[in-house]
């Protein structure tokens, strides 16, 4: 049985063959592509719901046929397999059409984020080699049309725009329009006779990183075939669900663990139409819930809905929460999954037997008994035991080899035996005899702002550019809603004025620097603070941030 790519593509690390031999031999690793998993179970669940959305509701047969004739748009676009389309668009049912779209058609899909401006779609685009850029035509921060032709000069082998929910004109190709050409069977036709790798790219994904922009990380279309299987097995999917996760569906988690599993077990998605407690209520009372995929920060809006009496969620039966899982159960009695997860590849969850401690206090097991862990400390790399903090070093058969066309970043990330350094601090621990896993922080320099990573280096990097800034350090500040707002400490230079927030925030929409990452607090200091061998001190910083922040509290 084969268990190699057959052709390889350039600045791809596929995964050890030894390895992945094993993995198939086990019967672990599917021998199937992502795009036929699904073609699979759309023709089996053909007359199912597939999605609730503000328009209604979407059978598996209509999202198959809707998909097929986006597939067979690209390929007459003159796409090709391998090649790659960016994809920069909102929550909408769409985005599902074109990005199951391009599977069918072997096109890669690289998940940039509707908020990435000039500097991120810029690096990405041409980093990855895109050809085609799909944006969302009704965004209402940004006209994103507009956005990618002015960027479609700078990448240098885009060839088109495609909007999604909006109207075509010279430049710009419109999705209904590209759709409404092609005849449904003979679509069909056109994506049958597309060969599908199981081990090759399927997807594009995107680190939060550590230094510089975002990192490509190629998920293989069976690994993340494999994640999402895994996913639905061990939380217990089943047809019958009804699934509502608001975050970015672009988002590794909500297409691993949301509506990825959802479209391969024949339940449905939910899709509200924006992130107000009034769309949300309209699609707790029309698609009536069984599961949600919330974060902390997205209980107030949860809250607001329920305070309105907009809906009720007595049609739940668990949720998905990798921040809050006790928080949830103890507040409205529903069983609740803490989990832990990266785009790179492992995933950890709590299941609903697990002992009452474990599920409160950790975030459970892996979910593959292939998933490889060690726990090691950062000062040496010695493993660490039972009950003490260490660093996350893992390896397994969806988790990733290399990230895309970066030699120099995976030989800091990446041991002689293939393990993968994730930069989190994990402790490991026995409960009721088994081994769980506790989050304990990290190791790498990121400020989680509501679950979207920034890389302090990057931003650090943008606001050092202002000519009046000498030196910037970025740390994350504590906020009771997002987890981490983001502070910037500053030296100016020459005595020149210091920039304000408000200031800043204009030089780095100037800059092409997506709005999430512009900091929220400045602070001004005669020079950052180093440790005792010269380097950086943003414990210091960190601690400093904190202290003004509860100081400005208790006021």
Same mark, same amino acid.
């Given at each position: 049985m084969r268990s190699q790519v057959k052709n390889p593509l350039p600045g791809v690390v596929y995964n050890d063959p030894e390895r992945l031999r094993r993995y198939v031999e086990a019967g672990v690793l599917p021998v199937k592509s992502l795009a036929d998993a699904f073609r699979e179970s759309f023709q089996r669940h053909a007359a199912r719901v597939a999605l609730h959305t503000p328009q209604g509701k979407v059978?598996? &047969?209509?999202?198959? &046929? @809707?998909?097929d004739r986006f597939a067979a748009a690209l390929l007459r676009l003159g796409m090709r397999p391998q090649e790659r389309a960016l994809f920069q668009t909102n929550n909408c049912p769409e985005l599902l059409f074109a990005f199951i779209g391009c599977l069918k058609a072997g096109v890669i899909p690289v998940c940039t984020l509707a908020a990435h401006r000039e500097h991120e779609i810029g690096y990405l685009g041409c980093h990855s080699d895109a050809r085609i850029h799909i944006v969302q035509g009704d965004d209402p921060k940004a006209d994103?049309?507009?956005f990618a032709l002015k960027m479609k000069p700078r990448i240098f082998t885009m060839r088109h725009v495609i909007v999604l929910r909006g109207k075509g004109t010279a430049d710009c190709l419109a999705f209904d329009d590209l759709i409404a050409a092609e005849d449904p069977a003979e679509a069909r036709l056109a994506v049958e006779a597309i060969e599908h790798d199981p081990f090759q790219v399927g997807v594009f994904q995107l680190s =939060?990183?550590?230094? =510089? #922009?975002?990192? @490509?990380? /190629?998920?293989m279309s069976n690994d993340y075939l494999l994640n999402m299987q895994l996913t639905a097995e061990t939380l217990g999917y089943t047809a019958d669900d009804v699934m509502f $996760?608001? $975050? /970015? $569906?672009?988002?590794n988690a909500c297409m691993v663990c949301f509506w990825g599993p959802t479209l391969l077990t024949g339940a449905a998605f939910a899709i509200p139409a924006d992130m107000t407690p009034e769309a949300w209520g309209a699609t707790f009372r029309s698609a009536r819930p069984t599961w949600l995929g919330l974060i902390r920060p997205l209980l107030p809006r949860l809250e607001s809905m329920l305070d309105q009496k907009l809906a009720t969620i007595e049609s739940v039966r668990a949720i998905w929460s990798p921040d809050a899982a006790r928080l949830f159960r103890e507040?409205? =009695? @529903?069983?609740?999954h803490g989990m832990f997860? $990266?785009?790179?590849g492992v995933n950890m969850y709590t299941r609903r037997d697990d002992p009452v401690? &474990?599920?409160?206090?950790?975030?459970?097991?892996?979910l593959s008994p292939f998933d490889e862990i060690r726990l090691v400390r950062p000062s040496d790399g010695q493993e660490v035991g039972y009950d003490e903090p260490g660093e996350l070093l893992c390896r397994g058969p969806y988790t990733l080899a290399g990230y895309y066309n970066a030699p120099d970043r995976n030989a800091q990330c990446f041991d002689e035996q293939g393990f993968y350094s994730s930069g989190d601090l994990l402790v490991k621990r026995i409960i009721g005899g088994e081994t769980y896993y506790a989050f304990s922080g990290r190791n790498k320099d990121l400020v989680n702002r509501g679950h979207e990573k920034v890389n302090a280096e990057e931003l650090e990097n943008a606001v050092a550019s202002h000519p009046a800034v000498s030196e910037c350090a970025v740390v994350g500040m504590p906020d009771p809603v997002l987890g981490e707002r983001i502070c910037a400490y500053i030296v100016v230079r020459n005595a020149q004025c210091a920039p304000s927030v408000s200031e800043l925030a204009r030089y780095l929409e100037g800059f092409g620097?997506?709005?999430?990452?512009?900091?929220?607090?400045?602070?001004? #200091?005669? &020079?950052? /603070?180093?440790?005792?061998? =010269?380097k950086l001190d943003k414990a210091t910083l960190r601690s400093d941030i904190a202290a003004k922040v509860a100081a400005d509290n208790r006021a």
């Amino acid at each position: 049985m084969r268990s190699q790519v057959k052709n390889p593509l350039p600045g791809v690390v596929y995964n050890d063959p030894e390895r992945l031999r094993r993995y198939v031999e086990a019967g672990v690793l599917p021998v199937k592509s992502l795009a036929d998993a699904f073609r699979e179970s759309f023709q089996r669940h053909a007359a199912r719901v597939a999605l609730h959305t503000p328009q209604g509701k979407v059978t598996y &047969a209509e999202l198959d &046929a @809707i998909s097929d004739r986006f597939a067979a748009a690209l390929l007459r676009l003159g796409m090709r397999p391998q090649e790659r389309a960016l994809f920069q668009t909102n929550n909408c049912p769409e985005l599902l059409f074109a990005f199951i779209g391009c599977l069918k058609a072997g096109v890669i899909p690289v998940c940039t984020l509707a908020a990435h401006r000039e500097h991120e779609i810029g690096y990405l685009g041409c980093h990855s080699d895109a050809r085609i850029h799909i944006v969302q035509g009704d965004d209402p921060k940004a006209d994103l049309s507009a956005f990618a032709l002015k960027m479609k000069p700078r990448i240098f082998t885009m060839r088109h725009v495609i909007v999604l929910r909006g109207k075509g004109t010279a430049d710009c190709l419109a999705f209904d329009d590209l759709i409404a050409a092609e005849d449904p069977a003979e679509a069909r036709l056109a994506v049958e006779a597309i060969e599908h790798d199981p081990f090759q790219v399927g997807v594009f994904q995107l680190s =939060g990183g550590t230094t =510089g #922009v975002p990192k @490509i990380i /190629p998920r293989m279309s069976n690994d993340y075939l494999l994640n999402m299987q895994l996913t639905a097995e061990t939380l217990g999917y089943t047809a019958d669900d009804v699934m509502f $996760m608001p $975050m /970015p $569906m672009i988002h590794n988690a909500c297409m691993v663990c949301f509506w990825g599993p959802t479209l391969l077990t024949g339940a449905a998605f939910a899709i509200p139409a924006d992130m107000t407690p009034e769309a949300w209520g309209a699609t707790f009372r029309s698609a009536r819930p069984t599961w949600l995929g919330l974060i902390r920060p997205l209980l107030p809006r949860l809250e607001s809905m329920l305070d309105q009496k907009l809906a009720t969620i007595e049609s739940v039966r668990a949720i998905w929460s990798p921040d809050a899982a006790r928080l949830f159960r103890e507040k409205f =009695g @529903i069983p609740s999954h803490g989990m832990f997860g $990266m785009t790179e590849g492992v995933n950890m969850y709590t299941r609903r037997d697990d002992p009452v401690e &474990a599920q409160d206090w950790t975030v459970g097991r892996p979910l593959s008994p292939f998933d490889e862990i060690r726990l090691v400390r950062p000062s040496d790399g010695q493993e660490v035991g039972y009950d003490e903090p260490g660093e996350l070093l893992c390896r397994g058969p969806y988790t990733l080899a290399g990230y895309y066309n970066a030699p120099d970043r995976n030989a800091q990330c990446f041991d002689e035996q293939g393990f993968y350094s994730s930069g989190d601090l994990l402790v490991k621990r026995i409960i009721g005899g088994e081994t769980y896993y506790a989050f304990s922080g990290r190791n790498k320099d990121l400020v989680n702002r509501g679950h979207e990573k920034v890389n302090a280096e990057e931003l650090e990097n943008a606001v050092a550019s202002h000519p009046a800034v000498s030196e910037c350090a970025v740390v994350g500040m504590p906020d009771p809603v997002l987890g981490e707002r983001i502070c910037a400490y500053i030296v100016v230079r020459n005595a020149q004025c210091a920039p304000s927030v408000s200031e800043l925030a204009r030089y780095l929409e100037g800059f092409g620097l997506a709005k999430f990452k512009w900091p929220e607090r400045v602070e001004i #200091v005669d &020079a950052l /603070p180093v440790t005792r061998v =010269g380097k950086l001190d943003k414990a210091t910083l960190r601690s400093d941030i904190a202290a003004k922040v509860a100081a400005d509290n208790r006021a």
